[in-house]
């Protein structure tokens, strides 16, 4: 081969590994993508009912790459003309919707632009569904820890595994302020003594006592559960759409906390996970397998208690 005829394939070959490359991005950000959708996955029982399944293996844990997703469905719910009502649950196992991911750099979230109510990303998509004039319902089966409990609480109706469901506000333990609204929500479902219980000890509250307190609305036996929700949701969705809207929109002048009370807290929480204590806290909890270990996942009251218990030893 003559070195024209080398230079002319190698220019060929080296044309087409371009190409290749030049459609090999379009395909992985396609594919990134559609697994990001997946994490909230929409399915259209009817026109007027709607099912948002939380799909983020191992263990639902909400994070940056999140927003996108979430957002897309709320713009939906805001949009579709014919929807009525939407029910939230998890196809995971022990998990409804955890806490946020610390593995990733904060700036990840910190840069984000903020949403349409002017509000960061999460505490917009929070307020926009309490504002939506479609009913929101979630189904907890499993642990609904920090984000899936602001999810939870941001929602218009709650309804619990009795024997599944474990809701908490879990950040005290681990030295920070949570930041998707529960000091601003949670007052106004289970007054100012059981808010302060439920946000400064920390704890796992499970199906039972969640009823109790109003942080759901009922407890059910879990064999109960998705067919009651069912059949709520879809009697719901049977009614009038505009009379739907109208009574929630004057239910939400009477609840709501203002928006700006939702935005503090995630100016708090950005703040507080900075601090010392929190990052030596997290650290400890990342290292003992925190986002790996599902019994850490599991049983975060008792492992956050112990980190603190080793920190104060240490001092």
Known sequence: MTIARKVSAALALASLAITGAAEAKPKAAATAQAAESEQFRITKVTPAYWRVTIDKPPFNIYGPDSMAPLNRVITAIENDPALKVVVFDSAIPGFFLTHYDFSVPLDQTTSMPPGPTGLPQLPDMLVRLSKAPVVSIVSIRGRATGVGSELSLASDMRFASREKAILSQFEIGAGFVPGGGPMARLPR?????????????????????????GYVNRALPDAELDGFVDGLARRIASFDKQSIGQIKALV???SLPPDDAIGAEWAAF?????????????????????????????????????????????Q
Request: aromatic letters at 2%; a negative charge.
């Open 189 to 213: 479902l289970v007054g100012r003594g059981r808010a302060l219980e439920i946000l400064l000890s920390g704890n796992d509250i499970d199906g039972e006592l969640a009823e109790r307190y």
């Open 270 to 314: 950005l703040e507080s996970v900075q601090r010392p204590a929190a990052q030596e806290l997290i650290g400890q909890l990342m290292r003992a397998g925190l986002q790996k270990n599902a019994d850490i996942e599991t049983n975060l009251a008792k492992y956050t208690g112990e980190a603190n218990v080793q920190r104060n030893a240490g």
């Open 252 to 254: 939400n002048q009477a």
